[in-house]
T-cell receptor, first 111, second 115 residues
Framework: AQRVTQPEKLLSVFKGAPVELKCNYS??????LFWYVQYSRQRLQLLLR??SRESIKGFTADLNKGETSFHLKKPFAQEEDSAMYYC?????????????FGAGTILRVKS | GAVVSQHPSWVICKSGTSVKIECRSL??????MFWYRQFPKQSLMLMAT?????????EQGVEKDKFLINHASLTLSTLTVTSAHPEDSSFYIC???????????FGEGSRLTVL
């Protein structure tokens, strides 16, 4: 069965501090992993996906198959990064379909 | 980016009535749309996959007679909560997959409150 675990409900950091949002997954095949972000009063939107290996808004995430993790990192947090972050997994073979979401982590960046 | 719109954004209804929520892809055709449900302070739970021109595929534990899904055109999918009860109160979110990139775009969500 597909499962995504985000152990932290809330992560509070000071502006300029490094950020790491944890995500672990369970899937027997080769998963596609994503990070979605939801800013206050906005809809859910894609932040990044592991297959693209890109950095968006300073965030990066590396898929570690050995540890079954896909942690989201940013070296220097900014106040505008405050949002709800969801890690998601697709095991259907097609990018972007049938996503299973983690519980989400609220990131709060304090000035 | 592509836009997916839901209507209504919020609705309050009496127990026993039915409520329809629309999900539209505004600038692309979506053969597949997805419906999610989100309880307060919880994650999104996939309810069903809506396929244009065919029956929806429901996830395990989701009552298909309770949550009717119709995907009559390439830009519109509807979710009807039939004979709603207070336990159906929730935030319902739809998403559609871009045929060009495969990326999923989400609607703004519809909050249903059943009294």
């Amino acid at each position: 069965a597909q499962r995504v675990t985000q152990p932290e409900k809330l992560l509070s950091v000071f502006k300029g501090a490094p950020v790491e949002l944890k995500c672990n997954y369970s899937y027997s095949g080769s998963p596609e992993l994503f990070w979605y972000v939801q800013y206050s009063r906005q809809r859910l939107q894609l932040l990044l996906r592991h297959i693209s290996r890109e950095s968006i808004k300073g965030f990066t995430a590396d898929l570690n198959k050995g540890e079954t993790s896909f942690h989201l990192k940013k070296p220097f947090a900014q106040e505008e990064d405050s949002a709800m972050y969801y890690c998601a997994l697709s095991g259907e073979g097609e990018y972007g379909n049938k996503l299973v979401f983690g519980a989400g982590t609220i990131l709060r960046v304090k000035s | 980016g592509a836009v997916v719109s839901q209507h209504p954004s919020w609705v309050i209804c009496k127990s026993g009535t039915s409520v329809k929520i629309e999900c539209r892809s505004l600038d692309f055709q979506a053969t597949t749309m997805f419906w999610y449900r989100q309880f307060p302070k919880q994650s999104l739970m996939l309810m069903a996959t809506s396929n244009e021109g065919s029956k929806a595929t429901y996830e395990q534990g989701v009552e298909k007679d309770k949550f009717l899904i119709n995907h009559a055109s390439l830009t519109l999918s509807t979710l009807t909560v039939t004979s709603a009860h207070p336990e159906d109160s929730s935030f319902y979110i739809c998403s559609a997959s871009s045929p060009y990139t495969g990326e999923l775009f989400f609607g703004e969500g519809s909050r249903l409150t059943v009294l």
